[in-house]
């Protein structure tokens, strides 16, 4: 089965900062060796020995002091002590502080500017890489659904996940919904209280704070790859959005921590795709959609009438005039009440 998109937008909006250089080239490698990933995974635990991280890693104690200062290269604050080495600061944004801590099963690799974290996930996907997650300072060439241009400057979140589930094609909205609701509870961690519109965009109030891109190969009984990729607002001044736009910075009055917020996205992501049969019940829980009037633009035509329900793996239950309607791909408006 040829890459397929399901029913997902990442139009998303700017925001401003800024992360270490780890390669732009689509060729090249910016992901972290596997010694500096485990040395990252024992020093997040606390101060450890030399000695026993040169166990743990299988290398020796040179190899160890050569990572250790590659990390303090990269911006840590790694002390030497009594108890072993310890990590007492962490970069603001970079593929080894995004590394360090994070509790789900990817690898990370960084970009300072890539022209589309979804299209460099799908080169990954093609050459047989594990699952990753790759994330980008600012984005050159972002697209949304249906190949939408979208502004990605630096400073948000810009980031998209490789995953290989064993899953069947016709559940793959169910990762689309999974992904909204891992922001949502992010974004709610922050301080901010996002909702879901159906069924990938999270909004504030009625403006836009994520757009979400999801895209997948496989054969008919089974997903190759899936690639789900994550436009979320984060430190944009107000003054600086689009109209219908906000920025977690703009709602909270405040930058947020870009590191933690990814890793949160991350790990809930990786919680709720071990159970999609939960991930429903888990989106209704934030929808904005349910029980509003709505107008959605399918391929088969118009749907106008108040959302009722979702059920799984992603399809909006749509009370019309002539009945309920079960919408599984399309663009939904919320609209005012009549």
């Known amino acids: 089965m040829p890459p397929t998109e399901t029913d997902s937008d990442a139009d998303s909006d700017p925001d401003s900062g800024s992360g270490s250089d780890a390669g732009i080239d689509g060729d090249a490698d910016p992901g972290l060796p596997d010694t500096r990933c485990a040395?990252?995974?024992?020093?997040?635990?606390?101060?450890?020995?030399?000695?026993?991280l040169a166990d743990r890693l299988g290398v020796s104690r040179a190899a160890v002091w050569k990572?250790?200062?590659?990390?303090?290269?990269?911006?840590?604050?790694?002390e030497s002590?009594?108890?072993?080495?310890?990590?007492?600061?962490?970069?603001?944004?970079?593929?080894?502080?995004?590394?360090f801590g994070l509790d789900a099963p990817f690898a990370v690799e960084y970009h300072d500017a890539l022209g589309s974290t979804n299209d460099r996930a799908r080169a990954l996907a093609a050459a047989g890489a594990p699952?990753?997650?790759?994330?980008?300072?600012?984005?050159?060439?972002?697209?949304?659904?249906l190949d939408r241009e979208w502004a990605a400057p630096s400073g948000g979140a810009w980031f998209s996940v490789l995953a290989r589930p064993d899953d069947p094609p016709a559940h793959a909205p169910a990762f689309t919904l999974a992904t909204a609701v891992a922001v949502t509870r992010a974004c709610r961690e922050a301080g901010v209280d996002a909702r879901i519109k159906w069924p990938n965009d999270v909004l504030v109030g009625e403006r836009k704070l994520c757009g979400?891109?999801?895209?997948?190969?496989?054969?008919?009984?089974?997903?190759?790859?899936?690639?789900?990729?994550?436009?979320?607002?984060?430190?944009?001044?107000?003054?600086?959005?689009?109209?219908g736009a906000t920025s977690l910075r703009a709602e909270l009055g405040s930058a947020v921590d870009r590191r933690l917020l990814v890793q949160r996205v991350l790990e809930a992501f990786d919680d709720l795709r071990g159970d999609l049969t939960a991930v429903v019940p888990a989106w209704r829980e934030h929808a904005d959609t349910l029980g509003r009037r709505v107008r959605v633009e399918t391929p088969g035509g118009v749907v106008t009438g108040e959302a009722v329900g979702v059920e799984f793996p992603g399809a909006l239950v749509v009370r019309t005039d002539d009945g309920e309607v079960r919408v599984t791909a399309g663009d939904c408006e919320h609209l005012r009440p009549a």
Request: a negative charge; glycine letters at 14%.
């Open 39 to 52: 040395l990252l995974s024992a020093l997040a635990d606390g101060p450890v020995g030399g000695p026993a």
């Open 67 to 78: 990572q250790v200062e590659a990390l303090r290269d990269a911006g840590f604050d790694v």
């Open 81 to 99: 002590g009594d108890d072993g080495y310890a990590v007492t600061g962490v970069p603001a944004y970079n593929a080894e502080a995004l590394a």
């Open 131 to 145: 699952e990753t997650v790759v994330v980008a300072g600012e984005q050159t060439a972002a697209r949304g659904r």
């Open 212 to 243: 979400i891109l999801t895209e997948m190969a496989g054969e008919a009984d089974r997903v190759s790859w899936l690639v789900v990729g994550v436009g979320l607002n984060a430190n944009v001044a107000a003054a600086d959005l689009p109209e």
